[in-house]
């Protein structure tokens, strides 16, 4: 069963308007997005939080705005957590990335990081911290709470931030993999480089290999990792801008159509053949605001109709 979840709050990121993503994905059809794989889908629709229209897009924001991030992510652990509890599927949809850091926090949190990979198909590392964060964005300091990671700055709140979603029990960072990336700051890339053992796939790396080899070494990785849960969270900015240009922060030479859609029948095909258990999903950073009559969350739903299944020659 999926259970899904609206989250929509984007003060984490440095433009306003993915708080109308959730939305967005429901009017280009995110609820009929799973089948044939799921068989029941329920919509909690969109926690009842207050989006804060009124404030303007900046950056800053883990300093700006933390108390009213800090709330809506915790309504947000809470809400992941009880549809983990049940057994289901989390779907979340965004909002903000920051979100992850509430939603594989909460798996986090009741089932430890023994065998947990994460998949962060996205433009962006998203592993600063407040220390190596050059925009202060707390969007883009995800993985790096996922994770545990210290920081001088703001060190007190930052340990109170990672601790209360994760309760502690941190991702290994030989866990982490990354597709898509080609905006990477450099604290992040040092971040990176001192991981043994995740698995990167930037995009000089995707066009030289192709996607379908990427994919074959992902698994790989995972496999030699004994990693049999799988969080996969999808960053619609990963995608070429003029694929989805309904998003706050693009950057050129993303994924195209197809590219995008080979990797999620490829890992439909692991995850439904049962190898590999997909234990949580997020689609974040759709924003209506910047979109193009709404391109972008289709975008966004016929990949995840790719990642449930649906094939080109139909059932089997
Ligand atoms: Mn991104």
Do not use: C
């Not at 993915?18 to 799973?34: H, Q």
């Not at 994460?118 to 969007?139: E, F, G, V």
């Amino acid at each position: 069963m999926v259970e899904l979840v609206g989250y929509p709050v984007d003060l984490g990121g440095p433009l306003r308007g993915s708080a109308m993503g959730p939305n967005a994905l429901r009017y280009a059809g995110i609820l009929n997005a799973f089948a044939p794989a799921a068989s029941e889908v329920v919509d909690h629709k969109d926690l009842p939080l207050d989006s804060h229209p009124e404030l303007p897009s900046t950056e800053g924001n883990f300093e700006l705005f933390p108390t009213l991030i800090f709330d809506a992510l915790k309504s947000l652990n809470q809400m992941v957590g009880s549809i983990v509890e049940r057994g289901a599927t989390p779907v979340t949809l965004g909002g903000d990335h920051s979100l992850t850091m509430a939603s594989m926090g909460s798996y986090l949190k009741q089932h430890g990081p023994e065998g947990v990979g994460l998949l962060w198909i996205d433009a962006h590392a998203d592993i600063n911290t407040p220390d190596t964060s050059p925009s202060q964005n707390i969007h883009g300091m995800t993985i790096g709470s996922l994770l545990g990671l210290s920081t001088q700055q703001s060190a007190d709140r930052w340990d109170i931030w990672k601790r209360e979603f994760t309760g502690g029990h941190y991702l290994h960072p030989s866990h982490v993999s990354w597709i898509g990336l080609r905006d990477v700051d450099p604290g992040e890339a040092a971040t990176i480089r001192s991981m043994d053992g995740a698995f990167v796939a930037d995009m000089p790396t995707i066009d030289l290999n192709g996607i379908g080899r990427t994919f074959e070494n992902w698994l790989q990785w995972a496999q030699d990792r004994k990693i049999s849960k799988i969080w996969v969270s999808f960053d619609v900015d990963v995608l070429d801008p003029v694929l989805a240009p309904g998003t706050g922060t693009t950057v050129r030479g993303g994924l195209t159509y197809r590219e995008a859609h080979l990797l999620a029948e490829l890992l439909s095909n692991v995850i439904h053949g049962q190898n590999l258990n997909l234990v949580g999903l997020d689609i974040v950073e759709v924003s209506p605001l910047l979109d193009l009559k709404n391109e972008t969350a289709r975008m966004a739903v016929e990949w995840v109709g790719s990642l449930f299944g649906k094939k080109v020659m139909g059932p089997e």
